[in-house]
């Protein structure tokens, strides 16, 4: 038992020393200033795209930009293209906005909002990319919005954009920057130092579920649930961007909507109207949607798998000692994204994480009660 405390201790002195440096110090520094052609709007709409219906829907006053829709359905805003540079590796965007009356809308990324698209040789935005900087309903005060983004290689092109994506209400934007930055030299070490002690505890904290003894099947099958979990946490942008587009490939292919056809069956009532081929942008709509749906999903499964496992496994431990265990490693599993290059941690899968932990428990001992109940009595 004290073992299990000091391993615990030491999880959650590694999370804390993680969430630490990120939260706490400073990682970026400048090294290309500026990016953006009027970005403060001291030259008026000088140098971005414009894109609106009527004329009062974009509106300047003391270098505020006052973006306007009155309905549902439109997209007024402002947009410009900067072309990648050698050595542009991460740049960071960033912007004061504000936002008042912003209905929802029918897609979640319909909302005022900010963003920065990559783009590939061909001019096509890679949406499967990180790309939101801020997005908004409802009223907000004036606040400062950043994000440092890392370029693939694939990237030959960034789109600033700043819209009312087919919502009603008001944004305000200002100060636009984009800049290139690159890490501290001494956060890069802090963040390699991490890592190493990260891989050098992990051996020393698992060690125990590979042990010979009673339900070690069970224990290693919580080992490889934690590897999987860890897997997918780790697993790199682009490796998520390729399969994405295989995803992606695969359901708009030939043959998926050949099987659909055949999967169909015809109907022998009167000759419909002739219906208009369904778009191809409602098809990536979809698939887009399924993509993000299925990420949520897979943070509440593989957890809510895990801890039904482990509360199956070490059934006479109170649910109070499992919980503690399990919450941590939600917490840690999220945490060590701030370690990869290019992911981020967010509160919401962590959120998830935790959310997934407590059905699984919950589930795990309500099994272990309705088993016990069904035992004859002797």
């Given at each position: 038992m004290i073992l299990a405390r000091s391993?615990?201790?030491?999880?959650l002195a590694l999370v804390t020393a993680t969430l630490?440096?990120?939260?706490?110090?400073?990682?970026?520094?400048?090294?290309?200033p500026q990016l953006l052609q009027n970005g403060d709007f001291s030259n008026g709409l000088s140098?971005?795209?414009?894109?609106?219906?009527r004329a009062d829907q974009l509106q300047l006053d003391q270098g505020i930009l006052r973006i306007r829709s009155v309905q549902a359905g439109q997209s007024p805003g402002i947009r410009q293209i900067i072309e990648r540079d050698p050595g542009m590796d991460h740049v960071r965007l960033s912007a004061w906005v504000r936002h008042t009356g912003v209905a929802p809308g029918l897609r979640i990324w319909n909302t005022a909002r900010l963003l920065l698209a990559q783009r590939n040789s061909h001019g096509d935005r890679l949406w499967e990319l990180p790309h939101m900087v801020n997005q908004g309903r409802g009223d907000s005060p004036w606040r400062r919005v950043s994000a440092v983004f890392w370029l693939p290689a694939q990237v030959n092109s960034v789109e600033i954009i700043a819209e009312l994506s087919q919502v009603a209400g008001q944004m305000q934007v200002r100060d636009l920057s984009l800049e290139?930055?690159?890490?501290f030299t001494a956060f890069t070490m802090a963040r390699y130092g991490l890592v190493a002690v990260w891989l050098l505890a992990l051996p020393w904290l698992i060690l125990p579920l590979y042990r010979p003894g009673p339900a070690r099947r069970r224990r290693l099958a919580v080992v490889l649930l934690g590897a999987i979990i860890l897997a997918g946490v780790l697993l790199p942008q682009t490796a998520k961007t390729q399969v994405h587009r295989l995803a992606r490939d695969v359901l708009q292919?030939?043959?998926?909507?050949?099987?659909?056809?055949?999967?169909a069956k015809p109907k022998v009532t009167a000759r419909p109207a002739a219906k208009a081929p369904a778009s191809t942008t409602d098809g990536s709509v979809r698939i887009v949607l399924g993509w993000l749906a299925a990420q949520k999903l897979g943070h509440v499964g593989f957890f809510a798998l895990l801890a039904l496992t482990v509360t199956?496994?070490?059934r006479r431990q109170?649910?109070?000692r499992l919980c503690l265990y399990l919450s941590t490693f939600a917490v840690a599993a999220e945490t060590l994204q701030l370690l990869s290059l290019d992911r981020n941690a967010t509160p919401m899968d962590a959120g998830l994480n935790l959310l997934g932990t407590a059905a699984g428990l919950a589930l795990g001992f309500y099994m272990i009660r309705v088993a016990?109940?069904?035992r004859p009595r002797t």
């Open positions: 391993r615990l201790l030491v999880v630490v440096l990120f939260g706490l110090v400073e990682r970026y520094q400048v090294r290309q140098g971005w795209q414009k894109k609106f219906d290139v930055v690159q890490e292919s030939d043959w998926v909507a050949s099987i659909k056809a055949m999967q199956l496994t070490w109170p649910w109070q016990k109940s069904l």
